[in-house]
């Protein structure tokens, strides 16, 4: 298997190695490092066939927009599978393309393997506090379910992939009980996600956590997805960095263990070696395509019978 940042030169890949070894030292600044890195690389890849529609407003608040990537050979009526991705940020902040190239990367290069995805943006904490942003994800999701088929989409095969605190938001729109029914989604991909809510002194963010779940931590475990890893046996892939943000590696391995001991056939778990929690998801469309084909193997698994 072909080492984390391979498609980056000799200098940049040795320069990343080392700040992920030291991820929790500098998030951000690492963080921003990794996007550096990546946003030429990325952006130098063969998207010609791929058409994107952007802005389409899925609500009514500023941030209720999304943008589609739609190969180019797609017709109406046909059933192809649905990726909606949903972004990190803390829960304070992030964009679903904060450059114009992440996180578009990862939507291209669902794209490009014949499927159509979905980029999303969603309010942040201070405008929609917990479940806000669990119910903004509710609302792209009817939006796809209503309007995907007219590009060539099927709305029973959607697919939704958050990462960090959009992983967060997924999870709990699929899982918790106050959302049960909302959604009715083929699988999900949980990447670095926030399972739990916490604020523990190695938390960098902490501020975030406080911002979106509330002061009150007598709270946080009712409105923490980890508590509900049992409720939904919707099919499940888990994936998390090497080099994590203090915890999401624990807590990924955790709502696993929950889910598997509900199930006849257990979610997937992976770690993604060598990455860290950005560059799991900023590689995608730059050549590394291991994951990537992980995350493919499991849609196909799912559409097919065999989760």
Not at 71 to 83: C, F, Q, S, T, W
Not at 127 to 144: N, Q, T
Not at 183 to 188: E, F, T
Not at 293 to 303: H, R, T, Y
Request: glycine letters at 8%; charged letters at 20%.
């Amino acid at each position: 298997m072909p080492s984390a940042f391979s498609s980056l030169p000799e200098a940049v890949r040795a320069d990343l190695t080392s700040k992920s070894t030291r991820w929790a030292t500098d998030i951000n600044k690492h963080r921003d490092a990794v996007i550096s890195a990546y946003t030429p690389v990325v952006s130098a890849a063969d998207n010609q066939n791929v058409e994107v529609t952007r802005e389409i407003q899925y609500g009514a608040h500023e941030r209720h927009r999304l943008d589609l990537f739609v190969p180019r050979d797609a017709k109406l009526g046909e059933i192809r599978p649905v990726v909606l991705f949903v972004h990190g940020g803390a829960f304070i902040r992030g964009k679903k393309s904060p450059n114009g190239h992440i996180y578009d990367n990862l939507c291209y290069w669902f794209a490009r393997q014949g499927y159509l995805a979905v980029n999303m943006e969603y309010r942040l904490a201070a405008d929609a506090p917990y479940p806000g942003g669990a119910e903004d994800v509710a609302s792209a999701y009817d939006w796809i379910e209503r309007s995907i088929s007219v590009y060539g989409g099927s709305a029973k095969n959607i697919f939704m992939l958050g990462h960090s605190a959009g992983g967060s938001h997924v999870a709990s729109l699929v899982f918790e009980p106050m959302f049960k029914d909302r959604v009715h989604v083929a699988g999900v991909v949980l990447i670095s996600a926030r399972l739990r809510a916490d604020v523990l002194p190695g938390n960098p963010n902490a501020d975030g956590v406080r911002a979106y779940f509330g002061e009150d931590e007598a709270l946080y475990e009712a409105r923490s997805p980890m508590t509900y890893a049992h409720v939904n046996e919707v099919p499940l892939m888990i994936a998390v960095a090497q080099y994590e943000n203090p915890y999401l590696d624990a807590y990924g391995a955790e709502f696993f263990a929950r889910a598997t001991m509900v199930r006849k056939s257990p979610p997937r778990f992976v770690q993604v070696m060598g990455h860290n929690h950005t560059s799991i998801v900023a590689h995608f469309n730059s050549g590394e395509d291991d994951f990537a084909l992980e995350i493919k193997a499991f849609i196909e698994g799912v559409i097919q019978g065999k989760p």
